[in-house]
């Protein structure tokens, strides 16, 4: 499983890796207004290349606002009409956004990656 790096924004950097039928996104920095764009189109184009199933690990990203938070609703959406799914692996500072305003459940947040993996099978 070989990554590769994504070229997104100088405050968000990452890297993407394939793992069976997951596309596996290991991101830090900021989701914010300044990279949400550039982070959409990147993942957008990402789902539909495929695999359809994608992880983002989002468990070193520093900070992640409204439009962070929209660009994940968005990508969630994507993926499930493409017949995929999108799960977020997320840190303390991300979860407690996510949780803010209850979007843990739609955002499938799981503790690891490994975690991530195995729902991708099911």
């Known amino acids: 499983m070989k990554a590769e790096p994504l070229t ?3 405050s968000l950097r990452g890297t993407r890796s394939v793992s069976g039928n997951a ?3 290991r991101l830090t920095g900021l989701l914010d207004a300044f990279s949400e764009p550039a982070f959409r189109k990147a993942i957008g184009k990402c789902i539909d290349e495929g695999p359809k199933h994608i ?3 989002l468990s070193k990203i520093d900070f992640v606002d409204s439009s962070g938070l929209g660009a994940l609703v968005q990508l969630v959406k994507k993926a499930q009409t493409e017949e995929g799914s999108l799960q977020v692996v997320a840190n303390a500072r991300v979860l407690q956004t996510v949780k803010l305003v209850r979007l843990e459940k739609f955002l499938s947040v799981c503790d690891t990656i490994d975690q991530a993996l195995e729902n991708t099978k099911n």
Request: aromatic share 12%; proline share 0%; glycine share 0%.
């Open 23 to 25: 596309q596996i996104f």
């Open 55 to 57: 992880i983002l690990d």
């Open 8 to 10: 997104l924004t100088v």
